[in-house]
């Protein structure tokens, strides 16, 4: 059988819809491309976008401003020195973007003004912190993306 000019673009294109058809199962099929939502709830969360704001604002404005710095036994969060440590409650949200499975939050309980994730807790990579906290009546926000 001869292979005309013809014959062999159909071939060509019937080669290439193959190749695309067979990416696209192998990426639908593969856990390792399985990406989730960034949260569960987004439309829950954007309503409450503005009090995020707020609270921004107001852990900006402060004189003495919360320190994220990584130790030796872990990750310190350092609040600001003219806070009574005692009066301070909230959360520490940290959020794994390559695995959602190792998200977690810790809440703040404080009896000095540090508080310190342990480094068994933190895989080496890239984690987004959000501190959130309320002191005297003030809501306070500090939002923070390192690599462990």
């Known amino acids: ?23 696209v199962y192998r990426m639908n099929t593969d856990d390792r491309a399985n990406h ?16 995020e704001i707020d609270a921004e604002k107001e852990a900006n404005a402060l ?32 959020y794994r973007p390559s695995n959602k499975h190792l998200d977690f939050d810790l809440p703040i309980s404080l009896s000095n003004a540090h508080l310190l994730i342990p480094d068994n807790r933190l895989l080496d990579g890239r984690w987004d912190i959000s501190i959130r906290w309320s002191y005297m009546g003030k809501e306070y926000l500090v939002k923070k993306s390192m690599t462990y």
């Open 1 to 23: 059988m001869k292979l005309n000019w013809g014959t062999g673009i159909v071939l060509a294109f019937i080669g290439f819809i193959g190749f695309i058809l067979f990416f």
């Open 63 to 94: 004189p003495y401003k919360l320190q994220i710095e990584k130790a030796e036994e872990g990750l310190q969060i350092l609040f600001p020195e003219d806070m009574d440590p005692t009066k301070i409650s909230g959360t520490v949200s940290l």
């Open 36 to 51: 989730d939502l960034v949260t569960d709830e987004y439309y829950k969360k954007e309503l409450a976008f503005q009090k």
